[in-house]
């Protein structure tokens, strides 16, 4: 009579896959060691005979056993993970930085978390101190928000937080909201751009020019403003000069603005070039621009911020400000590290350090001088 044979690991006293949860423990009574030494091998920083490194590594494939990587992080033996945190992950902007994290991360041995708060601020810190209690060797916070003394505050704690334990926060694409706060900076020199674009359409000719998009208190809007504010004061225009518009960004907005100011001015208005916030407001502006009979730049000349890839396929191309978005992102892996480098296993720095990129003006079709009055 045939017997059936025993389940595997019935006659050994060796378990063989289940279907629950397999344990270090499984391993061990499995490859006929200490629960300790599979720990060593698996860790890979202790010494281990080669016969029992062998045992371990073929009960964790026969058991098809996976190593908790969150315990592994808080033990200090697994791979060391850095933290993006962005806005969005289909803006241009932010998925360029992302990349130039990721990138960067990844030659460096280490594991990128890319993680979005949709523009919640209280989101944005709660992943902040999450990434903190993951043990993130740094967070990568990246882009602007506007900031008020609770949210500095919190965002402070969390800096002083990370720095103790050895990591650190590190502000990308947006100036420290407090001096004293121990961050690094990267970041790029917004208001420099946006003062170059608008000299670009002083050169032209122009003398009304329109800033479109405005976010009152907001990090990255703001230094904007201030570059317009600075270029046409230098260019020895009056304060009464400046002509600013509309609360918001995004093509949507840019279009819907532009719809009611033109309608307000009967479709002729005064002002003889647009400098929209962002790239994406360019671009709703000029299709309302079109909507009512204006050609640019032979009515209007139009300019934005950011160089986002739409930005050459307009009608006409848009001249805009290129932000090193891919370089901010390397960067902010290079210089976290490096601070790591130069004090090894130890607190980081508490002190604020600051690193700036330049940005450059990208000369396409969409201006042109001034034309002298309606027909």
Same mark, same amino acid.
């Given at each position: 009579m045939a017997q059936s044979s025993p389940r595997p690991g019935a006659a050994t006293g060796t378990p063989g896959p289940r279907s629950g949860k397999v344990t270090i423990r499984d391993v061990a009574v499995r490859?006929?060691?200490s629960v300790a030494t599979v720990s060593r091998v698996l860790a890979g920083n202790y010494p281990t005979s080669a016969a029992a490194r062998a045992k371990v590594l073929r009960a964790v494939k026969d058991l098809d056993y996976v190593i908790d990587g969150r315990a592994r992080a808080l033990a200090g033996t697994g791979p060391k993970t850095v933290a993006v945190i962005v806005r969005s992950v289909d803006s241009a902007f932010y998925a360029e930085?992302?990349?130039?994290?990721?990138q960067e991360a990844a030659a460096r041995g280490r594991l990128?978390?890319?993680c979005s708060h949709g523009g919640d601020e209280a989101r944005e810190l709660a992943l902040v101190q999450m990434m903190r209690e993951q043990r993130s060797e740094f967070v990568v916070l990246v882009g602007g928000s506007i900031e008020d003394d609770g949210y500095r505050a919190r965002l402070g704690e969390y800096a002083q937080g990370l720095a103790a334990a050895g990591?650190?926060?590190?502000?990308c694409g947006r100036p420290a909201p407090d001096p004293d706060m121990p961050v690094l900076v990267v970041e790029y020199d917004n208001e420099a751009g946006a003062y170059a674009v608008v000299s670009h359409l002083l050169a032209a000719g122009h003398?009304?020019?329109l800033f479109l998009g405005t976010i009152p208190g907001h990090s990255t809007v703001e230094p904007r403003i201030a570059g317009y504010r600075r270029a046409l004061a230098d260019h020895g225009l009056p304060p009464s000069a400046e002509r600013i518009a509309g609360l918001g960004l995004g093509r949507e907005f840019g279009y819907g603005e532009m719809r009611r100011i033109l309608g307000e001015c009967g479709g002729r208005p /005064?002002?003889? +070039?647009v400098f929209a916030g962002d790239d994406q407001a360019a671009a709703g502006a000029m299709a309302a621009l079109r909507e009512r009979g204006l050609r640019v730049p032979v009515d209007m000349s139009v300019v934005g911020y950011n160089n986002d890839d739409l930005a050459q396929d307009l009608n006409p191309p848009l001249t805009t400000v290129n932000i090193p978005a891919y370089e901010l992102g390397r960067e902010s892996v290079r210089l976290a590290l490096a601070e790591e480098a130069a004090n090894p296993g130890g607190p980081r720095a508490l002190a604020q350090t600051?690193?700036?990129?330049g940005t450059?003006?990208?000369?396409? /079709?969409?201006? +042109?001088?001034?034309?002298?009055?309606?027909?």
């Open positions: 490859a006929g060691v930085v992302a990349q130039g994290v990721e990128c978390m890319v990591s650190r926060l590190v502000l003398r009304d020019i /005064e002002f003889t +070039a600051r690193h700036l990129l450059h003006t990208v000369l396409r /079709e969409s201006v +042109a001088p001034p034309r002298k009055g309606w027909a």
